[in-house]
Protein backbone atom coordinates (compact mmCIF):
# COMPACT_ATOMS: atom_id res chain seq x y z
CA UNK A 1 0.00 0.00 0.00
CA UNK A 2 1.44 3.32 -1.02
CA UNK A 3 0.68 6.78 0.35
CA UNK A 4 -0.38 10.30 -1.45
CA UNK A 5 0.49 12.40 1.28
CA UNK A 6 -0.10 16.04 -0.65
CA UNK A 7 -3.15 15.53 -3.04
CA UNK A 8 -5.13 18.48 -3.64
CA UNK A 9 -7.92 16.64 -5.36
CA UNK A 10 -10.24 19.24 -4.77
CA UNK A 11 -8.16 21.39 -6.90
CA UNK A 12 -8.04 18.05 -9.95
CA UNK A 13 -10.18 18.54 -12.81
CA UNK A 14 -11.27 14.67 -13.15
CA UNK A 15 -13.61 13.27 -10.93
CA UNK A 16 -11.99 12.77 -7.16
CA UNK A 17 -13.86 9.59 -7.09
CA UNK A 18 -12.17 8.37 -10.35
CA UNK A 19 -9.05 9.42 -9.36
CA UNK A 20 -9.26 7.84 -5.93
CA UNK A 21 -10.67 4.40 -7.73
CA UNK A 22 -7.54 4.70 -9.79
CA UNK A 23 -4.75 5.57 -7.17
CA UNK A 24 -6.46 2.18 -5.34
CA UNK A 25 -5.99 -0.26 -8.26
CA UNK A 26 -3.00 0.90 -8.75
CA UNK A 27 -1.92 0.51 -4.55
CA UNK A 28 -2.76 3.53 -3.08
CA UNK A 29 -4.23 3.17 0.43
CA UNK A 30 -5.35 6.53 1.21
CA UNK A 31 -4.11 10.29 0.10
CA UNK A 32 -3.84 13.26 2.27
CA UNK A 33 -5.93 16.64 0.73
CA UNK A 34 -4.54 19.92 2.12
CA UNK A 35 -6.14 23.03 1.33
CA UNK A 36 -4.38 26.37 0.24
CA UNK A 37 -7.13 28.75 1.59
CA UNK A 38 -10.43 28.77 3.38
CA UNK A 39 -12.70 27.28 0.79
CA UNK A 40 -10.28 24.69 -0.61
CA UNK A 41 -9.65 23.67 2.88
CA UNK A 42 -13.17 23.31 3.11
CA UNK A 43 -13.90 21.51 0.29
CA UNK A 44 -11.03 18.85 1.92
CA UNK A 45 -12.89 18.60 4.43
CA UNK A 46 -16.44 17.80 2.19
CA UNK A 47 -14.16 15.43 0.18
CA UNK A 48 -13.17 13.65 3.29
CA UNK A 49 -16.33 13.83 4.97
CA UNK A 50 -17.77 11.15 1.80
CA UNK A 51 -14.50 9.00 1.08
CA UNK A 52 -12.66 7.20 3.88
CA UNK A 53 -9.79 6.82 1.69
CA UNK A 54 -8.74 10.57 2.36
CA UNK A 55 -7.57 12.89 5.34
CA UNK A 56 -7.38 16.54 4.66
CA UNK A 57 -5.45 19.63 6.01
CA UNK A 58 -6.54 22.90 6.90
CA UNK A 59 -4.43 26.08 5.86
CA UNK A 60 -3.74 29.23 3.62
CA UNK A 61 -0.70 29.30 0.90
CA UNK A 62 2.23 31.53 1.24
CA UNK A 63 1.09 33.18 -2.14
CA UNK A 64 -2.51 33.98 -0.61
CA UNK A 65 -0.53 35.10 2.89
CA UNK A 66 -1.47 38.66 2.72
CA UNK A 67 -5.25 37.13 3.21
CA UNK A 68 -4.78 35.94 6.53
CA UNK A 69 -6.12 38.38 8.64
CA UNK A 70 -10.04 38.15 6.61
CA UNK A 71 -9.54 33.92 6.66
CA UNK A 72 -7.75 33.48 10.01
CA UNK A 73 -10.97 33.08 11.25
CA UNK A 74 -12.53 30.35 9.06
CA UNK A 75 -8.77 28.24 8.91
CA UNK A 76 -8.60 28.08 12.27
CA UNK A 77 -12.36 26.66 12.66
CA UNK A 78 -11.52 23.88 9.85
CA UNK A 79 -8.02 23.01 11.26
CA UNK A 80 -9.79 22.47 14.75
CA UNK A 81 -11.31 19.51 12.83
CA UNK A 82 -8.81 18.36 10.11
CA UNK A 83 -5.90 15.96 10.18
CA UNK A 84 -3.12 18.60 9.92
CA UNK A 85 -2.71 22.53 9.43
CA UNK A 86 -1.32 23.26 5.60
CA UNK A 87 -0.66 24.13 3.19
CA UNK A 88 1.74 26.71 4.76
CA UNK A 89 5.03 27.69 4.53
CA UNK A 90 7.16 30.33 2.66
CA UNK A 91 7.65 31.23 -1.19
CA UNK A 92 10.35 33.59 -1.90
CA UNK A 93 10.83 33.02 -5.27
CA UNK A 94 6.90 33.76 -6.58
CA UNK A 95 6.85 36.43 -3.71
CA UNK A 96 2.71 36.64 -4.55
CA UNK A 97 2.74 38.02 -0.80
CA UNK A 98 4.83 40.61 0.58
CA UNK A 99 7.56 38.28 2.67
CA UNK A 100 6.36 40.57 6.24
CA UNK A 101 3.00 38.48 5.02
CA UNK A 102 4.37 35.37 4.18
CA UNK A 103 6.15 34.98 8.07
CA UNK A 104 3.11 36.08 9.78
CA UNK A 105 0.72 33.97 8.54
CA UNK A 106 3.51 31.10 8.89
CA UNK A 107 4.04 31.60 12.19
CA UNK A 108 0.33 31.87 13.53
CA UNK A 109 -0.46 28.68 11.62
CA UNK A 110 2.51 27.04 12.67
CA UNK A 111 1.40 28.17 16.06
CA UNK A 112 -1.87 26.73 15.40
CA UNK A 113 -1.17 23.03 14.38
CA UNK A 114 1.44 22.94 17.85
CA UNK A 115 -1.61 24.14 19.67
CA UNK A 116 -3.83 21.34 18.35
CA UNK A 117 -1.23 19.16 18.02
CA UNK A 118 -1.39 18.18 14.73
CA UNK A 119 0.96 17.90 11.95
CA UNK A 120 2.07 21.05 9.84
CA UNK A 121 2.17 20.89 6.06
CA UNK A 122 5.34 23.41 4.77
CA UNK A 123 5.66 24.75 1.20
CA UNK A 124 9.35 26.31 0.88
CA UNK A 125 10.76 27.56 -2.38
CA UNK A 126 13.79 29.84 -2.43
CA UNK A 127 13.27 30.08 1.71
CA UNK A 128 15.08 27.53 3.18
CA UNK A 129 17.29 29.63 5.44
CA UNK A 130 14.30 31.52 6.62
CA UNK A 131 12.36 28.44 6.76
CA UNK A 132 15.03 26.79 8.90
CA UNK A 133 15.42 29.24 11.59
CA UNK A 134 11.93 29.64 12.16
CA UNK A 135 11.49 25.64 12.54
CA UNK A 136 15.11 26.15 14.66
CA UNK A 137 13.73 28.57 16.75
CA UNK A 138 10.35 27.50 17.37
CA UNK A 139 11.39 23.48 17.73
CA UNK A 140 8.50 22.78 15.11
CA UNK A 141 10.68 20.32 13.14
CA UNK A 142 9.32 16.86 14.60
CA UNK A 143 5.70 17.80 13.64
CA UNK A 144 6.60 19.81 9.80
CA UNK A 145 6.47 17.88 6.86
CA UNK A 146 8.47 19.70 3.92
CA UNK A 147 6.32 19.10 1.08
CA UNK A 148 7.62 18.66 -2.28
CA UNK A 149 10.90 18.93 -1.17
CA UNK A 150 13.73 20.17 -4.10
CA UNK A 151 16.56 21.47 -1.77
CA UNK A 152 20.20 19.73 -2.18
CA UNK A 153 22.36 17.47 -0.22
CA UNK A 154 23.75 20.42 2.38
CA UNK A 155 20.10 22.02 3.23
CA UNK A 156 18.42 18.36 3.77
CA UNK A 157 21.55 17.33 5.92
CA UNK A 158 20.51 20.54 8.13
CA UNK A 159 16.84 19.85 8.11
CA UNK A 160 17.26 16.64 8.81
CA UNK A 161 18.85 17.20 12.36
CA UNK A 162 15.52 19.29 13.16
CA UNK A 163 13.96 15.76 12.51
CA UNK A 164 11.36 16.98 9.77
CA UNK A 165 9.86 14.96 7.56
CA UNK A 166 10.62 15.30 4.34
CA UNK A 167 8.23 14.63 1.32
CA UNK A 168 9.35 13.67 -2.38
CA UNK A 169 7.25 14.23 -5.56
CA UNK A 170 6.92 14.37 -8.98
CA UNK A 171 10.79 16.51 -9.63
CA UNK A 172 12.49 13.71 -8.46
CA UNK A 173 12.26 11.74 -11.39
CA UNK A 174 12.47 14.99 -14.19
CA UNK A 175 15.72 15.02 -16.14
CA UNK A 176 17.00 18.06 -14.49
CA UNK A 177 16.22 16.88 -11.04
CA UNK A 178 19.90 15.84 -10.17
CA UNK A 179 20.12 18.20 -7.58
CA UNK A 180 16.67 16.91 -5.60
CA UNK A 181 18.13 13.07 -6.38
CA UNK A 182 21.19 13.71 -4.67
CA UNK A 183 19.34 15.64 -1.65
CA UNK A 184 17.30 12.86 -1.56
CA UNK A 185 20.02 10.67 -0.89
CA UNK A 186 20.96 12.30 2.11
CA UNK A 187 16.91 11.66 3.40
CA UNK A 188 16.85 8.70 6.15
CA UNK A 189 14.00 6.50 4.90
CA UNK A 190 12.27 6.59 8.44
CA UNK A 191 11.90 10.79 8.11
CA UNK A 192 10.89 10.47 3.94
CA UNK A 193 7.44 10.20 2.32
CA UNK A 194 5.90 10.39 -1.31
CA UNK A 195 3.75 12.49 -2.90
CA UNK A 196 2.09 13.85 -6.06
CA UNK A 197 0.81 17.46 -5.66
CA UNK A 198 -2.05 16.63 -7.92
CA UNK A 199 -2.91 18.17 -10.48
CA UNK A 200 0.37 19.97 -10.70
CA UNK A 201 3.97 18.36 -11.26
CA UNK A 202 3.47 14.74 -12.95
CA UNK A 203 6.31 12.12 -13.35
CA UNK A 204 7.43 11.15 -15.98
CA UNK A 205 6.35 9.83 -18.74
CA UNK A 206 3.12 11.71 -18.04
CA UNK A 207 4.81 15.01 -17.79
CA UNK A 208 1.68 16.75 -20.37
CA UNK A 209 -1.21 15.21 -18.15
CA UNK A 210 -2.52 16.65 -15.04
CA UNK A 211 -1.24 14.87 -11.99
CA UNK A 212 -3.25 12.10 -10.15
CA UNK A 213 -2.46 9.86 -7.06
CA UNK A 214 -1.68 6.94 -8.67
CA UNK A 215 1.32 8.58 -10.17
CA UNK A 216 2.87 8.08 -6.73
CA UNK A 217 3.90 4.95 -7.40
CA UNK A 218 6.67 6.12 -10.13
CA UNK A 219 7.46 9.04 -7.33
CA UNK A 220 8.22 5.65 -5.06
CA UNK A 221 10.08 3.85 -7.98
CA UNK A 222 12.27 7.12 -8.17
CA UNK A 223 13.09 7.56 -4.70
CA UNK A 224 13.98 3.87 -4.71
CA UNK A 225 16.49 3.86 -7.30
CA UNK A 226 17.98 7.08 -5.25
CA UNK A 227 18.33 5.01 -2.10
CA UNK A 228 19.24 1.68 -3.79
CA UNK A 229 16.20 -0.18 -2.69
CA UNK A 230 13.41 -1.88 -4.12
CA UNK A 231 10.10 -0.18 -4.93
CA UNK A 232 8.93 -2.68 -2.13
CA UNK A 233 10.92 -1.68 0.33
CA UNK A 234 10.49 2.09 -0.50
CA UNK A 235 7.24 1.49 -0.58
CA UNK A 236 6.72 -0.43 2.94
CA UNK A 237 9.03 2.40 4.50
CA UNK A 238 7.35 5.71 3.21
CA UNK A 239 3.62 4.14 4.02
CA UNK A 240 5.28 3.61 7.98
CA UNK A 241 6.21 7.09 8.16
CA UNK A 242 2.70 8.38 6.63
CA UNK A 243 0.86 6.19 9.20
CA UNK A 244 3.05 7.71 12.21
CA UNK A 245 2.92 11.16 10.81
CA UNK A 246 -0.56 11.36 10.09
CA UNK A 247 -1.79 8.99 13.45
Known amino acids: MWVDTHCHLQLAEADPGELMDQAAAAGVGWVVVPGIDAASSAAAERLASSDGRLRWAAGLHPHDASYWPEQAVRIIELATRADAVGEIGLDFYRSLSPRSDQMEAFR ?53 DL ?49 RPANVVLVGRALAEVWGMTADEVEHSTTAVAERVFG
Open 163 to 211: DVTFSYAGPIAFGNGDTIRRGAAEAPPGQTMVETDTPLLSPPPHRAEEN
Open 108 to 160: AQLDLAVGLDVPVIVHCRDAFSALFDVLEETGAGPRSVLHCWTAGPRWTRRFR
